[in-house]
């Protein structure tokens, strides 16, 4: 069993940063790939981005158009860990952020068996 995490959401005006942080309990982190979700009120949840890492490189699936160019993902293999750093933050960013652990990169939720709680973020104009 896999236990997920997040930490680092909060409240930020329009134009600010936020970096999440996604601690995982699982053995195998360095062989799963670990995705960043989020769902804001009254919409589904939306994928943000993924990574995963072999062969001692990093992949980083394409980003969802809505931060692209904005929030950037890593992971640090030593610390079980992955980030999200989220810059220029707008109110659309607003939302509870997830993190998924599974076996390949994906933009579909099912696809991922463990989840962390969410934390939120809230974005203020």
């Known amino acids: 069993q896999v236990q997920l995490v997040e930490s680092g959401g909060g409240l930020v005006q329009a134009g600010g940063s936020l970096r999440l942080s996604c601690l995982s309990s699982?053995?195998?982190?360095?062989?799963?790939?670990m995705a960043w979700f989020r769902q804001a009120p009254g919409k589904s949840r939306e994928f943000v981005t993924a990574t995963t890492w072999s062969g001692g490189i990093t992949y980083t699936s394409a980003y969802s158009d809505s931060v692209k160019g904005r929030f950037a993902v890593s992971r640090d293999n030593a610390k079980n860990t992955v980030y999200l750093q989220m810059n220029s933050l707008e109110p659309e960013d607003t939302a509870v952020y997830y993190c998924a652990s599974g076996p390949r990169s994906s933009v579909t939720a099912d696809l991922y068996a463990y989840w962390g709680q969410g934390t939120q973020v809230t974005v203020s104009s």
């Open positions: 699982g053995r195998t982190f360095s062989r799963s790939t």
